[in-house]
């Protein structure tokens, strides 16, 4: 793993796993990939405190999609820090209302109702996202020699962030909690086998997910399984 990326994994509320953010250091300050859900703001700060992560050198938080597990300090950490947000604009209404199935297929009345309050992604975590990525947008001029892809799948505006030197940040779309894999809550299958064969054109070295450990994008085969929807 290069020495300038950060592993910090949170617990997610309810028991229901880990969920990965990245701090990259670079020359220009330092970036945050997600952040975690609220239930984790105190651990996420312990480790940001840890790292050497002080207010006024956080130059961006990039988030890879609208998920509550992903987004959920975001709105903190800008106050916190005075960092701008980016994230892609078709999973931005998720962050402006709250709502984790603005672009998705929507499930029952009362799983809406319910799940801000499981999940502590109440109103004063909602956002307005400073900076709109879309696929191609070069972040090298803010500082990060990186570049957005587009991997809708798990949401619509799901997003890779891929490094000069071959690392993706791919979010939701692959998991490696037992091995690498298409993640098991897939939104549009269709597009998320889409998302897969395009990446597998780029050069690509190590893929971090959101779930799970770091690996080697040579180990997703051609006989992935696809993903189901959810």
């Given amino acids: 793993m290069p020495s300038n990326i950060n592993i910090i994994t949170l617990p997610m509320p309810l028991g229901m796993g880990r969920v990965n953010c990245y701090l990259i250091q670079a020359s220009a300050g330092q970036f945050l990939i997600d952040t975690g859900g609220s239930n984790a703001r105190k651990e996420l700060l312990r480790e940001l405190k840890n790292i050497g992560l002080m207010p006024g050198s956080l130059k961006l938080i990039i988030l890879t999609h609208g998920d509550f597990d992903h987004i959920g300090n975001a709105a903190y950490l800008r106050s916190a820090f005075g960092a701008r947000m980016a994230m892609h604009r078709d999973d931005a209404g998720m962050a402006e209302r709250g709502d984790m199935f603005f672009n998705r297929k ?20 909602r956002f307005r996202p400073d900076l709109l990525l879309d696929d191609g947008y070069d ?3 803010l500082g990060l020699e990186t570049r957005i892809i587009s991997i809708p799948g798990h949401s619509k505006g799901s997003i890779g962030i891929l490094t000069a030197s071959g690392e993706l940040f791919c979010g939701d779309l692959f998991e490696n ?33 959101g779930h799970g450990r770091p690996f080697e994008m040579e180990l997703l085969t051609k006989d992935m399984p696809s993903g189901r929807a959810g």
């Fill in 106 to 125: 929507k499930p029952n009345i009362l799983i809406r109702a319910l799940l801000p309050l499981l999940t502590g992604f109440g109103t004063s975590e």
């Fill in 139 to 141: 972040l090298s001029q």
């Fill in 177 to 209: 909690t037992k091995e690498p894999a298409l993640n098991s809550l897939i939104d549009d299958p269709t597009a998320a086998n889409a998302s897969v064969a395009n990446l597998k054109g780029l050069k690509i070295k190590t893929v971090y997910p």
